[in-house]
């Protein structure tokens, strides 16, 4: 068990609804789980050659830890039936989050999975399974937003975003909303960070709102219209570490949405 807080919140429901928490059962208060962010090494092996080739490495697999839930008090039939159905009942990953100070920035989405039910002689007290995450990292923190705004009717500026998702191999896809100024026109997001890779969009209609889901690559529009022939289709990506991006156009406001993964 990979913390060292008892209480915790599955659903958006705290455990103290059921007086249950985080524990060992039967341990000697160690612990020790496989780490998140587990690399997988691709190399080859040749006859007569010493050292084999290295072709890269990629993130393993998602993280899976065991858990442990128990009660302080016996857990009569009908309670157990409604903590069972809070905790195992789920087919999609679920909201997990551990209430300790180090961790109130940083969720878990799990499915868990493989419950037991402990008993010590006709009495429940309690329950262990397997958490399975989504993530070969583990967590996420959760999700902020940027927000930039503009008066004059043509903009020129650069900002600095700094990427410190704990993925530092992959770029970060932001989602962002774009709102024209009165006049409409164009937009452009050069990100110099990355060989001066540019995001831009055209002809866009005066007050109109765009946004665009750059890791889905869904767009949408305030005017209904479709905009991919307004799009240069270069969608707008921030690698680990500082980004420089230089916002051109005619513009009010860009807010950016975006979410780092953190390991576990």
Known sequence: MPFYSSSFIYNNVPSSVYNLYVSEIGGDGSSSWNGAGSMEIYNKKLY????????????????????????????????????????????????????????????????????????????????????????????????????YTYTAEVIDTTVTFNNTSDDNGSYLYPILIITMNNAGGDITITNQSDSSRVFSFVDLSPSEVITIDNS??????????????????????????INTLRFQGNVSSIAMTYQFVAKI
């Open 48 to 147: 007569r050659r010493s050292k084999p080739f290295f072709y890269g490495s990629a993130v393993g697999d998602n993280v899976e830890y065991e858990l442990s839930f128990t009660s302080p008090e016996d857990i009569d039939s009908r309670t157990s039936e409604l903590i069972q159905k809070w905790l195992f009942s789920s087919r999609s990953y679920k909201k997990f989050m551990v209430v300790q100070p180090d961790m109130q920035d940083v969720y878990m989405n799990v499915i868990l999975n493989d419950p037991q039910v402990v008993r010590e002689g006709n009495l429940i007290r309690g329950y262990t399974c397997t958490a399975q995450c989504d993530s070969p990292f583990g967590g996420w923190k959760f999700p902020k937003t940027k927000t």
């Open 216 to 241: 889905l690559q869904q767009i949408s529009t305030s005017t209904d219209l479709i905009r991919m022939s307004n799009f240069n289709k270069k969608y707008l990506r921030l690698i680990p570490g």
